[in-house]
Nanobody, 129 residues
Framework: VQLVESGGGPVQAGGSLRLSCVAS????????VGWFRQAPGQGREVMSQ????????YHIDSVKGRFTISSDAARTTVFLQMDTLKPEDTAVYYC???????????????????????WGQGTQVTVSS
């Protein structure tokens, strides 16, 4: 069981990137998949989440209207489309997943790191001004 992120890199402010999180060894069927980020010297915070059973999403206020989370029809990949990037978006981005089949539905999104079972290795996003 593995999560593999890709799509990070350098970008100028105002630009866009699309991050991908691929599930290896399982599918995202009835999972909550979240994107976290960790800037230098700061904690890891969750920014966006998706419930793959019904497509419900969550974004923190600072990325609403700029970031979009989605999954593919096969539920093996979750994407984070990041538009209008700002220098303060610079961070290592991690995807994480938890099996939500035992949750009540519609799910209440988890926010703590320990609530997620699987983690990717992270991908660096650097936004220059």
């Amino acid at each position: 069981v593995q999560l593999v992120e890709s799509g990070g890199g350098p970008v100028q402010a105002g630009g866009s990137l699309r991050l991908s999180c691929v599930a290896s060894g399982f599918s995202f069927d009835d999972h909550v998949v979240g994107w976290f980020r960790q800037a230098p010297g700061q904690g890891r915070e969750v920014m966006s989440q998706i419930s793959t059973s019904d497509g419900a999403t969550y974004h923190i206020d600072s990325v609403k209207g700029r970031f979009t989370i989605s999954s593919d029809a096969a539920r093996t990949t979750v994407f984070l489309q990041m538009d209008t990037l700002k220098p303060e978006d610079t961070a290592v981005y991690y995807c994480a997943a938890v099996d939500a089949s035992h949750y009540e539905h519609p799910v209440v999104f988890p926010f703590m790191r320990y609530e997620f079972d699987y983690w990717g290795q992270g991908t660096q996003v650097t936004v220059s001004s």
